[in-house]
């Protein structure tokens, strides 16, 4: 077995690497959040999303706080899963 076949190419780029780092220290947070901690575009970080909820790694959730839409997100069980066997894969490639 190769030692990078555990590494997922869902967080390859480093907008889905810092999206669930964040998601996996946080109960979830809100687009905004994402946005201002990953310095990210807004088409930037709402395709990067997409990607992650396409997976099924993150699950969206969408409220009005007052009049103003909010989007958050959580990392589903899944994704939190997949993102401990990526760390986990990037650790040995490291020690090796």
């Keep these: 077995m ?3 076949n555990n ?7 480093r907008i889905r690497l810092g ?5 996996m220290v946080n109960e979830s947070a809100d687009f905004k959040e994402l946005k201002e901690l990953l310095g990210a575009t807004d088409g930037n970080l709402a395709s ?3 990607a992650l909820e396409k997976e ?7 409220t009005f706080i007052g009049r103003k839409p909010n989007t958050s997100y959580t990392a589903t069980r899944k994704g939190k899963a997949a993102f ?7 650790e040995k490639l490291i020690g090796k």
């Design 2 to 4: 190769s030692i990078i």
């Design 7 to 13: 590494i997922n190419k869902a967080f390859d780029h």
């Design 19 to 23: 999206i669930m780092s964040v998601l």
């Design 48 to 50: 990067h999303t997409k």
């Design 56 to 62: 099924d790694y993150i699950s969206v959730n969408k």
């Design 84 to 90: 401990k066997k990526h760390i986990e894969a990037l």
